[in-house]
């Protein structure tokens, strides 16, 4: 994996949190309980992708400082 990949891998996954984590403080009352459960959901998993990239994007950074790749 290249350099540029893995970066992009890494910014991908912190823009991921922070665009969800900022859904899930904006959410605004008053809506049925499963609007809440969907976007929990929704929100739970995409986070967990962006966890899975950072993981792949940091091992490649990190392959490639060591000259493995």
């Not at 990949?5 to 991921?16: D, R």
């Not at 969907?38 to 899975?52: D, F, M, P, R, S």
């Amino acid at each position: 994996m290249s350099r540029k990949i893995a970066g992009f891998l890494v910014a991908l996954a912190a823009f991921m949190v922070f665009e969800w984590v900022n859904l899930g403080f904006n959410l605004a009352d008053g809506h049925p309980t499963g609007f809440y459960v969907v976007h929990g959901i929704l929100i739970a998993v995409n986070i967990l992708l962006a966890v899975v990239l950072a993981v792949i994007g940091w091992r490649g950074l990190r392959s490639r400082r060591a000259g493995l790749s």
